[in-house]
């Protein structure tokens, strides 16, 4: 009975976002003649894609009765770095090296160490036959990365492929941290991602030099300086709907899906599996659900704890490099804000701030909510400041949504009032 209580709850729970969103589209196409239009819903897409990464990301981190502040920052950090790899060709020696090549070098190493411990840890007691296909993977993935680090890759500045596998990898250095400060000293997820949030501003500001200066991309050949061609790519779209024809007779395909979306959907399709399929799914809820009990049961809470906020790092740092090639620079303050965004996202899609409740499709959901409403209130040119404010009125009335009882919420507040 408990458990199909629950199902129907959870039932109730995704026909209500669903239909937030319906009803958001429908007000949107209704309100604007410009929202239902392919170029329109392709920036909406675009737009989402970085959020929506980061919210996948601090899901996890929620679901543990955590909070992460610091993803903006991390985020932030990450764009210069992978600015600064794309477009710097350092010099001869160690002394040649960029601020950036510097951060990544321990991050690299540090990861490169984990995954093959990973992986003996996988393979053990696994068939010959998996134990083979592991370590040529763990091979391969290491001469992809590794690759860029050659003399001659150096002095033509890093692939596309090559940021993508490392600036993540900064991220989850910076997760790492949070995790075992976290874990280890007990200290709460507000103070530790509020001081990583300050220190990676800071240390993006340090690596960009000129007190944080932006770093503008371009692509160029292997002659002059600048990103890869294929740079270009992860921020293009794809996925031909029609065309159009131009005002001077030339005929334009009409693309609806931006490349971030389909990382978007391969972080959460990733999320997704680990905390349904995997055992460390059932942990993540468990910690959240009641952290002392689960350390009572033998669940490893430090280690759950050190994996979430690293994912959490890792996507930030993913959400960096689509950035970059969306807007083609790198900026110590790219992520400002995108913290708050995140976790309304997350709140919106129905995953409890106490932990051990939530729903990853739900945040996928709540982003596209987010990006909807940003979206019909720009087209309506709505102010900035009432935008902050409508959003801000969302977010609370989510939030009691997922109590639960929300005609209970406003009877005991017209009561109180009453007495």
């Known amino acids: 009975m408990a458990r199909d209580a629950g199902t129907l709850r959870n039932l109730a729970g995704y026909l209500t976002l669903f239909a937030g969103l319906g009803g958001l589209f429908v007000a949107g196409a209704l309100l604007h003649p410009q929202f239902l239009t392919i170029a329109n819903q392709r920036d ?14 601090m899901t996890l981190v929620i679901l543990t009765a955590g909070i992460d ?17 794309l477009m710097e060709r350092p010099g001869p020696g160690l002394a040649g090296l960029t601020r950036a090549h510097w951060i990544v070098f321990p991050a690299v190493v540090l990861f490169v160490l984990l995954g093959g411990a990973a992986v003996v840890r996988f393979v053990r007691n696994r068939s010959p036959v998996i134990r083979v296909l592991a370590v040529v993977l763990y091979l391969l993935e290491l001469i992809m990365l590794f690759g860029d680090f050659g003399a001659p890759a150096l002095s033509v500045g890093f692939s596309a492929i090559g940021v993508l596998l490392v600036v993540p990898l900064v991220g989850g250095l910076m997760g790492l941290i949070n995790g075992v400060l976290i874990a280890k000293t007990r200290l709460q997820p507000f103070i530790v991602t ?24 371009y692509t160029g050949d292997a002659e002059r300086a600048g990103a890869p061609a294929s740079f270009e790519q992860l921020g293009a779209t794809i996925l031909t709907v029609g065309q159009e024809t131009l005002r001077n007779g030339n005929v334009r395909e009409l693309k609806l899906l931006p490349i971030p979306g389909l990382f978007l959907l391969g972080a959460w399709l990733c999320v997704a599996f680990v905390l349904h399929k995997l055992p460390l799914g059932r942990y993540v809820f468990a910690v959240g659900g009641n952290e002392e009990a689960s350390r ?6 430090g280690g759950v704890k050190v994996f979430v906020y690293t994912a959490c790092g890792v996507l930030a740092g993913l959400a960096a490099v689509l950035y970059c090639a969306q807007y083609t620079q790198g900026k110590a303050d790219a992520g400002q804000g995108k913290e708050l965004d995140a976790i309304a996202a997350v709140v919106i899609g129905g995953t409890s701030l106490m ?3 939530g729903r990853i499709l739900g945040t996928l959901v709540g ?6 409403l940003t979206n019909i209130l720009q087209l309506k040119a709505v102010s ?3 935008q902050d404010i409508l959003k801000g009125v969302i977010i609370v009335i989510a939030a009691v949504a997922q109590s639960g009882d929300v005609l209970g919420s406003v009877r005991a507040f017209f009561l109180r009032r009453r007495v």
Not at 69 to 74: D, N
Not at 367 to 372: A, E, K, R, T, W
């Open 44 to 57: 909406v897409l675009g737009q989402v894609s970085i959020n929506g990464i980061l919210a996948v990301g």
């Open 69 to 85: 502040l610091s993803v903006g920052s991390v985020m932030s950090l990450c764009t210069v770095v992978c600015a600064m790899l």
């Open 194 to 217: 509020l001081a990583m949030m300050v220190s990676a501003v800071g240390l993006a500001k340090f690596i960009a030099g000129q007190g944080g200066q932006i770093h503008a991309i």
């Open 296 to 301: 009572l049961a033998g669940v490893p809470v």
């Open 355 to 357: 932990g051990g409740r």
């Open 367 to 372: 982003v596209m909510i987010f990006g909807y």
């Open 384 to 386: 900035s400041e009432i």
